[in-house]
């Protein structure tokens, strides 16, 4: 039986955080050599995971501390994303954020929210002389791969425990994912995605559109019974 009549799978970067920190972090400790990098995996040219070891890999890790210093004073979280967090629980809705980012800045942003949801990120290896990324969540059978963080995998593992499923996303990380989804919100590079292929979706801003979406009496997304 379903645990969660619903659940969310919500990315961190560009989503829940107002800017992508990845971008940002390669752009103040290694521009030059980052830039194209990033271009690669916007173009999809390059895998996720292929261009974040990378970009990581051009950061000596003495440098860490200033790097987590850096992401924890950048990171801003989107409007309505506490009154979100209420929501979910009170109507007894999974939440899960799953992130391709770290768990040095995804989790001190959410840190208000501990134990009222789910976090999936990645770990950052300081201890040779270079970053090392360490994906926890890796693709499983049914993924093409490269995703580094395998958002469909993470969404097929919780599929027993939830009965619809939306996702919340930016960017084109978020595409695979929202496939599965019974409906998408989305911004930016996943909007214009949505539009493009036609998955049920609605545009969303701050959470509070999300929230107006699904709840209230006349909901115009009905997820739920
Ligand atoms: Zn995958």
């Known amino acids: 039986m379903n645990r969660y009549p619903l659940g969310f799978f919500c990315d961190f970067d560009g989503t829940i955080s107002e800017r992508d920190m990845i971008a940002r972090i390669m752009m103040e400790f290694a521009p030059d050599q ?15 995971r292929e261009g974040v070891e990378r970009m990581f890999g051009l950061i000596p890790s003495s440098r860490f ?15 309505g994303f506490a009154e979100f ?28 929210f501990a134990g009222r949801v789910e976090v999936f990120c990645n770990r950052i290896d300081a201890t040779g002389p270079v970053l090392r ?6 693709c499983d059978e049914l993924c093409q791969g490269g995703c580094g963080l395998c958002k469909p995998a993470v969404v097929r593992r919780h599929r027993d425990q939830v009965g619809r499923v939306a996702v919340i996303g930016d960017g084109v990380t978020d595409i695979p994912v929202a496939q599965l989804a019974d409906w998408v919100f989305a911004r930016d590079k996943l909007l214009d995605e949505c539009r493009r292929t036609g998955l049920p979706h609605s545009p969303f ?18 997820l739920h019974d």
């Open 205 to 222: 801003d701050t959470f509070h559109d999300i929230i107006r979406a699904v709840s209230g009496p006349q909901p115009e997304v009905r």
């Open 133 to 138: 990324v360490v994906w926890a969540h890796p």
């Open 85 to 112: 967090v209420a929501l979910c629980e009170r109507q007894g809705w999974l939440l899960a954020v799953v992130s391709g980012g770290f768990d040095f800045f995804v989790e001190p942003a959410l840190a208000p």
């Open 34 to 48: 980052a830039a194209p990098l990033i271009r690669e995996v916007m173009e999809r040219r390059m895998t996720v």
């Open 65 to 79: 501390p200033e790097v987590v210093s850096f992401a924890q004073s950048h990171t801003r979280v989107r409007e």
